[in-house]
């Protein structure tokens, strides 16, 4: 039966009090009728676990299925109000609490091994059961329940423990979840994980560096997360083979070699000079594909979505680039570009020239030494980061620019080691005010 207008505002206040104490405690994996979780969630997280079993097939996983049956018809208020007194240290407020849980309003309890069915009104219970529908009944089962959740999670930390002496994360166990749900849930690296803490103000009891991350990784220590999970799969990045190179080499025949680039470019003190690649999936450059633009100070991020990787459609987003920016604000920001000697970027000059005041040079293009690609490294890294998100082999015919503002925006807000841990979207923005440009 549904509660009077003035009882469910008393569900409401008496939910906005209880709700921030206890929220904070349930175990991470908790989905039921919270803020943020719901079933949806749920399912996420089972088709994640479904995912693993599929990774790495064999014994050691077990699914546990448990039912309470009658669960909210059995409630024991008297273990219930003793777990909420634990909690509740104003005794005015636990005796409210006390009157709405052993409320004799109506019977809510059944008899044990009997259902609702087969049991008369005269012989249901008031000490036990809660109404099913009620806010409150909701947050009390989650209490009640998270006894369990919490029982089950340090029976793991103990088995934790017992894999290794002293281990400093098995002490911390919201540091534990904070790590497997960052890494789950924003793809990033160990090193990201602390960068996101930083960012966000986040303090634990414990410290770790990043390669004790690594460490617990591969060692089987998280529950939910492995070296599967990882952006690069648990592999070591393996160094450029850099190429001995000579001026007759680095003569790109489209245009100016980066010979002559200035030294404060290659040295990333100078904002405002920029790497430019193409990713695609396929060598036919009539194929859609993605115009990619990394500033070297910062590693911000542009990403265009482009039909074909033909020379004048390069420089027809430049100009569409231009001309959303302005051309006074898009020289201050493109001083430079460097690219290597494909075909698309064989316009030089078109690339260089302002599609605003054709008199006058928007930028200055650079041609990397042929077979270099360490010579845009920080396009190569973005790059690396855009093929997490659309792998080798996507068509990015079939990727809405929605999709690749949504990468872009996660390439630009991931907190980055090189910056001090800060995102690269934050670090442009400070150098754009040094310049006097409102973001």
């Known amino acids: 039966m549904a509660l009077d207008y003035p009882d469910r505002i008393v569900q409401w206040c008496l939910y906005l009090y209880l709700n921030p104490i206890y929220d904070k405690l349930f175990i991470e994996d908790s989905y039921a009728c919270r803020k943020g979780k719901g079933s949806h969630k749920a399912a996420k997280r089972l088709q994640y676990w479904m995912q693993q079993v599929s990774r790495k097939p064999g014994p050691g996983w077990y699914c546990l299925k448990l039912d309470i049956s009658k669960y909210f018809y059995r409630v024991n208020h008297d273990k219930l109000l003793e777990i909420l007194s634990r909690r509740i240290a104003d005794q005015e407020m636990m005796e409210f609490v006390r009157g709405v849980v052993n409320s004799k309003a109506e019977p809510f309890g059944l008899p044990r091994w009997r259902s609702p069915d087969d049991t008369p009104?005269?012989?249901?219970?008031?000490?036990?059961?809660?109404?099913?529908?009620?806010?409150?009944?909701?947050?009390?089962?989650?209490?009640?329940?998270?006894?369990?959740?919490?029982?089950?999670?340090?029976k793991y930390q103990a088995q934790l423990r017992e894999k290794g002496p002293d281990l400093k994360i098995g002490k911390d166990h919201e540091l534990a979840e904070y790590i497997e749900q960052t890494i789950i849930e924003r793809d990033c690296s160990?090193?990201?994980?602390?960068?996101?803490?930083?960012?966000?103000?986040?303090?634990?009891?414990?410290?770790?560096?990043?390669?004790?991350?690594?460490?617990?990784?591969?060692?089987?220590?998280?529950?939910?997360?492995?070296?599967?999970?990882?952006?690069?799969?648990?592999?070591?990045?393996?160094?450029?083979?850099?190429?001995?190179?000579?001026?007759?080499?680095?003569?790109?025949?489209a245009g100016e070699s980066i010979e002559n680039r200035a030294p404060e470019v290659k040295n990333r003190k100078e904002f405002g000079h920029w790497e430019m690649d193409t990713v695609y999936s396929k060598k036919n450059t009539t194929a859609k594909a993605l115009l990619v633009l990394t500033e070297r100070?910062?590693?911000?991020?542009?990403?265009?979505?482009?039909?074909?990787?033909?020379?004048?459609?390069?420089?027809?987003?430049?100009?569409?680039?231009?001309?959303?920016?302005?051309?006074?604000?898009?020289?201050?920001?493109?001083?430079?570009?460097?690219?290597?000697?494909?075909?698309?970027?064989?316009?030089?000059?078109?690339?260089?020239?302002?599609?605003?005041?054709?008199?006058?040079?928007?930028?200055?293009?650079?041609?990397?030494?042929?077979?270099?690609?360490?010579?845009?490294?920080?396009?190569?890294?973005?790059?690396?980061?855009?093929?997490?998100?659309?792998?080798?082999?996507?068509?990015?015919?079939?990727?809405?620019?929605?999709?690749?503002?949504?990468?872009?925006?996660?390439?630009?807000?991931?907190?980055?080691?090189?910056?001090?841990?800060?995102?690269?979207?934050?670090?442009?923005?400070?150098?754009?005010?040094e310049l006097g440009i409102v973001a």
């Open 121 to 154: 009104p005269e012989e249901w219970e008031y000490e036990t059961g809660m109404p099913i529908g009620n806010l409150t009944s909701q947050l009390f089962a989650n209490i009640y329940l998270n006894e369990l959740d919490q029982y089950c999670k340090h």
């Open 190 to 253: 160990p090193a990201a994980v602390l960068g996101y803490a930083m960012m966000e103000g986040k303090t634990f009891k414990t410290t770790v560096s990043v390669q004790t991350i690594y460490k617990y990784i591969k060692m089987g220590l998280f529950l939910h997360i492995t070296q599967v999970d990882l952006p690069r799969r648990g592999k070591r990045k393996n160094s450029y083979k850099k190429v001995k190179t000579n001026k007759s080499q680095a003569r790109a025949s």
């Open 297 to 433: 100070k910062t590693r911000k991020e542009i990403i265009i979505g482009v039909p074909n990787r033909k020379a004048e459609t390069i420089v027809r987003a430049l100009d569409a680039l231009e001309r959303k920016m302005g051309a006074a604000k898009f020289r201050k920001i493109f001083k430079s570009i460097t690219v290597d000697n494909g075909s698309e970027f064989a316009a030089a000059e078109a690339m260089e020239r302002s599609a605003i005041n054709k008199t006058i040079p928007r930028t200055a293009v650079y041609f990397c030494h042929p077979y270099s690609s360490w010579e845009r490294g920080s396009n190569e890294n973005n790059n690396i980061m855009i093929r997490r998100k659309h792998p080798k082999g996507t068509d990015f015919s079939k990727v809405s620019a929605a999709q690749i503002k949504e990468t872009e925006n996660w390439i630009n807000n991931y907190p980055r080691k090189i910056l001090g841990y800060k995102s690269s979207e934050a670090v442009f923005r400070e150098c754009l005010r």
